[in-house]
């Protein structure tokens, strides 16, 4: 439960900074997180409160891109700096090598052979790029080498 604390410890040194972009961010994170726990009836461990803040990051990240389009500049800030608030609390992204060998090592550990194996690839990777990579960039990946 690491990750809980280093958020609320966040929250706490952002009231007394009085950095009220991070504290807002903070506060929206633990909401989401909490009305996660609630609706489904369970405690979020690290990995989902990790998917969690990923969401929120691809949430904003579309939203910016929005704002961009409608030339509402300010708006696609607000949301950009909200996006670093969230990434600071998510683990480092893999380097494209990384992933490459942990595709390479997924591929061989499934005897994945072509597209009917996706699934199985994307269930071994998941679980260990949660947070640290793009799931739409590491599905194309993994479709380019299956195809």
């Known amino acids: 439960m690491a990750l809980i604390d280093d958020l609320k410890s966040a929250q706490k040194d952002a009231m007394r900074a009085k950095d009220k972009l991070r504290l807002g961010t903070v506060r929206m994170a633990l909401a989401a997180i909490r009305q996660r726990e609630i609706d489904e009836q369970?405690?979020?461990?690290?990995?989902?409160?990790?998917?969690?803040?990923?969401?929120?990051?691809k949430q904003r990240q579309d939203a910016a891109a929005q704002y961009d389009n409608?030339?509402?500049?300010?708006?696609?800030?607000?949301?950009?700096?909200?996006?670093?608030?969230?990434?600071?609390?998510?683990?480092?992204?893999?380097s494209n090598e990384e992933l490459t060998s942990l595709i390479d090592d997924a591929l061989a550990s499934t005897g994945a052979s072509g597209m009917q194996d996706m699934g199985k690839v994307m269930g071994v990777l998941k679980p260990q790029v949660q947070g640290r990579a793009d799931m739409g960039a590491l599905s194309a990946q993994i479709k380019q080498r299956l195809g």
Do not use: C, G, H, W
């Open 42 to 57: 369970v405690t979020m461990t690290d990995p989902d409160i990790l998917a969690v803040l990923t969401k929120m990051v």
């Open 70 to 94: 409608a030339n509402r500049d300010d708006l696609a800030q607000t949301e950009r700096a909200e996006i670093t608030v969230l990434e600071s609390f998510l683990p480092q992204p893999l």
